[in-house]
């Protein structure tokens, strides 16, 4: 490839970083070199010249305002008019106007955008930066396949072959991680991978992507110190730095999701001392911003995950009006329970019925809290769940001590609630169900 044959346009092109439309918008020849500098550096431009106004409006999410601004008889104009507006022109022609380098482009939007079947293929003149986005697509076709170390593999290529453009190395390697991650292999070289990028991206402006690499590195770590008996410090430090970059309006799914994984470490951390009990407050407060996106009408799964939690928080949650948060918490329990069935989720209507139960006993309702129990050890029992039975038979057993009329006891138990907490506390804080549920 000669220097010439791309030398047209500014190069490093700032592709496939920012989201698409935006991140796949080339720039063309007259651009101001700073602002493009800028952009392929992962950074919005302090102040944007008028030769990218198009792209300063793409940015801020105002397509419509884009296309006045791109010229329609240019080859960088119509390109980038076809990719905010794909009906309006013919990709065929679009993709012979531009620069030879630069045609594959077209390809690989129309492959990932699902508006054509064929692979793009890069050759010896196509741009660098094109190359290494024809890799990374080739790489869905291994993962649809179910070959996700291969497709791993691959993007690890296209990221190497763009180590001189660091922030779409560090995009790629990243989700060469996220893909290692999530289909559980070498966990290592996934956190490798994911730590080098959050590193690398720290400066700039790519909030979206930062987020999804400290969630991801959040999960990680919260899976090594469930493994290890580690302290979950680290997991926590990653959410928090993910719930700080997004908001329920910029990536809502994410956000809620966070939000849930990061109530989850504080309720799974031991609590040995009394201001542990603060975590289930911070518990509370994050579950209740999750149900602000996971609705029981959009995201059932996700809805009843985050209401058991908040309701097992609650439960333990320090707070002067502890009586008003166990009947919340019996609320939700019972609310839950309108959608796991015991035909399609039995395990999770028993988690749900003994954790009720558990609220109930608190309440002093011991008739309703033993009925639901028993249904309860009924379930694990039937599924053969050794633990969740024994759990409950030590519920139950407690009832029965704390309703005996003996040593000053009026038969309610509600003089002796407090001595309810050991074991229960321990299994329902240390069993917090993630948005996958």
Known sequence: ??????????????????????????????????????????????????SLEAHRRAFAG??????????????????????????????????????????????????????????????????????????????TVLLEAGDAEGAAELVEQAATSVADVPVLHA???ANAGSILHEHDLDPERARSHLTGAATALAETDLTLHRAEIHYA???????????????????????????????????????????MSLAAAHLSSPMTLASDGLRAGV?????????????RERYPAQWAAASLNLANALVYAPSVKQGDNLVEAVELYEEVLEV?????????????????????????????????LVE????????????GVMTVRGLLDEIVKHTMPEDGRDGSGRAVMGGMDGGTREVLAGRPETDEA
């Open 217 to 259: 590195l959040g999960q990680i770590e919260h899976e090594r110190a469930a493994r290890g008996g580690a302290p979950l410090q680290g997991a926590m430090h990653h959410y928090y730095t993910a719930v700080q970059l997004i908001d329920e309006t910029t990536a809502p799914e994410l956000w809620a999701s966070t939000q």
């Open 171 to 173: 995009v790629l390697i």
């Open 340 to 372: 796991r069935d015991r035909d399609t989720d039995p395990i999770g209507r028993a988690r749900t019925l003994t954790n009720l139960g558990n609220a109930l006993a608190h309440l002093g309702i011991f008739d309703h809290a033993k009925a639901r």
């Open 283 to 295: 518990a509370v407060q994050a579950l209740r911003a999750a149900l602000q996106v996971f609705t």
């Open 62 to 139: 105002d397509l419509a305002g884009a296309l006045e601004e791109l010229p329609r008889d240019d080859p960088v104009g119509r390109y980038n008019r076809w990719l905010i507006d794909p009906d309006g022109d013919d990709a065929d022609e679009v993709a012979r106007g531009l620069p030879a380098p630069y045609r594959p482009l077209v390809d690989v939007v129309r492959y990932a955008s699902g508006a054509g079947d064929t692979l793009p293929v890069a050759d010896d003149d196509t741009n660098p930066v094109v190359a290494a986005l024809i890799t990374a697509t080739r790489a």
């Open 376 to 387: 309860a050890r009924y379930l694990f029992d039937e599924q053969l769940d050794s633990d």
């Open 1 to 50: 490839m000669t220097a010439s044959s791309w030398a047209t346009l500014p190069h490093p092109q700032p592709l496939g970083a920012f989201p698409v439309p935006a991140g796949l918008m080339l720039v063309p020849a007259d651009a101001d070199l700073g602002a493009v500098t800028a952009l392929a550096a992962g950074r919005l431009p302090d102040a944007w010249p008028g």
